[in-house]
T-cell receptor
């Protein structure tokens, strides 16, 4: 399974756009890129998933370059409630096991 | 989506005892996984719970210490055997419904004295 590398922590202020980049140089052809959010004392929650180019949902956007060796999670206009740990994972879709990296601890300040 | 319920949500146990954590999914799922999350750390995959066959364990985890059952497509258990303080952690059950996304339970926080 491809290993992922993310910044350990990031700081932001309310209303700003936050971009978290993840490196996955050894991503396989069948791998999808998935991002999860985890609040303290809760299980991780799915945010977004993509294979290539750009994916957008009501929560975030995911940008994936053509070589797929990295991806960027974009959170528009963050609020205090977006303070959490964000995990980037790569793995097969539809049931493949996912290995978690260290995650990025995002702190949003007023 | 899938709703995953875990029991117990937390427990305090004595060294040398065993505890079984139950995981119930509100729909039939093919794949279920058990993770461990130690304080301040990321999640570590313990094993894949296979329905109708033995679980598949990741490196560093063995069946004698973490026996897993998967009697049907909606339920699984993880037992932490002969516990020591090093087993104090949050244990998370996860499942993959037809949508392909991995859903997690809220976790079972285990403290071993």
């Amino acid at each position: 399974l491809a290993k992922t590398t993310q910044p350990i922590s990031m700081d932001s202020y309310e209303g700003q756009e936050v971009n978290i980049t993840c490196s996955h140089n050894n991503i396989a052809t069948n791998d999808y890129i998935t991002w999860y959010q985890q609040f303290p004392s809760q299980g991780p929650r799915f945010i977004i998933q993509g294979y290539k180019t750009k994916v957008t949902n009501e929560v975030a956007s995911l940008f994936i370059p053509a070589d797929r060796k990295s991806s960027t999670l974009s959170l528009p206009r963050v609020s205090l409630s977006d303070t959490a740990v964000y995990y980037c994972l790569v793995g097969e879709n539809q049931g493949g096991k996912l290995i978690f990296g260290q995650g990025t601890e995002l702190s949003v300040k007023p | 989506s899938a709703v995953i319920s875990q029991k117990p949500s937390r427990d305090i146990c004595q060294r040398g005892t065993s505890l079984t954590i139950q995981c119930q999914v509100d729909s039939q799922v093919t794949m279920m996984f058990w993770y461990r999350q130690q304080p301040g750390q990321s999640l570590t995959l313990i094993a894949t719970a296979n329905q109708g066959s033995e679980a598949t364990y990741e490196s560093g985890f063995v069946i004698d210490k973490f026996p897993i059952s998967r009697p049907n497509l909606t339920f699984s258990t993880l037992t932490v055997s002969n516990m020591s303080p090093e087993d104090s952690s949050i244990y998370l059950c996860s499942a993959v419904p037809d949508t392909g996304e991995l859903f997690f339970g809220e976790g079972s926080r285990l403290t071993v004295l």
